[in-house]
């Protein structure tokens, strides 16, 4: 395992309902094919309508995670009001470009509601912060093909809430038990414009 990026296993995937949005990650964290632990968080809330997902070099992740909370608090601080999903989305791109010579390895994916208009947001995008917004669903993890799969076969537009949690839920699943360094449990957390679900799911433990 070459990729600095596999190293320690991630699966991370969100999608568009109606009037909400929902974004799900595994919970395992190893060291190649060795387990670290089933617990480990790879979901950071931004703020009550706007989360980002991380799929690389966990530490990296973290970093990643404290520099952009540190960067949206000054924003609001300055603008005194909740940043729009697009806007952070730039300033995540903007973060990662100023390191294109050294390297965050990470992907990240983001989602959330518009703070005012609640509309539905994703976007991902590569390490270097070139970004991919789509109207149906985003992956990034080490079984991304996978994903994709589950996704285009599972997803269909305006979905509630519920019908939302439970389609990303199995393509999130059925992905990650194709492959070996991602999965081990999943969370799911689901915004709508009033409240925020989350819920932790169990999976294979092998």
């Known amino acids: 395992m070459s990729n600095i990026f596999e190293y320690n296993g991630s699966a991370v995937v969100a999608m568009v309902g109606k009037e909400c949005v929902a974004i799900a990650a595994d919970r395992r964290l190893g060291m190649q094919a060795q387990t670290v632990t089933t617990d480990f968080k790879k979901i950071?809330?931004?703020?009550?309508?706007?989360?980002?997902?991380?799929?690389?070099?966990?530490?990296?992740?973290?970093?990643?995670?404290?520099?952009?909370?540190?960067?949206?608090?000054?924003?609001?601080?300055?603008?005194?009001?909740?940043?729009k999903p697009k806007a952070f989305m730039h300033m995540v791109s903007n973060l990662l470009y100023s390191r294109r010579f050294g390297y965050y390895f990470i992907e990240p994916v983001i989602a959330g509601l518009d703070p005012k208009t609640n509309d539905p947001y994703i976007a991902?995008?590569?390490l270097i912060g070139c970004p991919m917004e789509t109207k149906d669903f985003v992956v990034a993890g080490t079984c991304s093909e996978q994903l994709y799969g589950m996704c285009e076969s599972l997803w269909k537009p305006d979905l509630e809430p519920d019908d939302l949690f439970e389609t990303i839920s199995q393509a999130l699943m059925n992905a990650v038990d194709r492959?070996?360094?991602?999965?081990?449990?999943?969370?799911?957390?689901?915004?709508?414009k009033d409240q925020i679900t989350t819920r932790t799911l169990k999976s294979r433990m092998d």
């Open 44 to 83: 950071y809330e931004m703020n009550n309508k706007l989360y980002v997902g991380f799929y690389g070099l966990a530490t990296d992740a973290q970093t990643v995670s404290n520099r952009l909370k540190f960067q949206l608090n000054l924003y609001q601080l300055r603008e005194n009001r909740l940043i």
């Open 124 to 126: 991902t995008m590569d």
């Open 179 to 192: 492959d070996a360094v991602s999965g081990w449990g999943a969370v799911v957390q689901v915004i709508e």
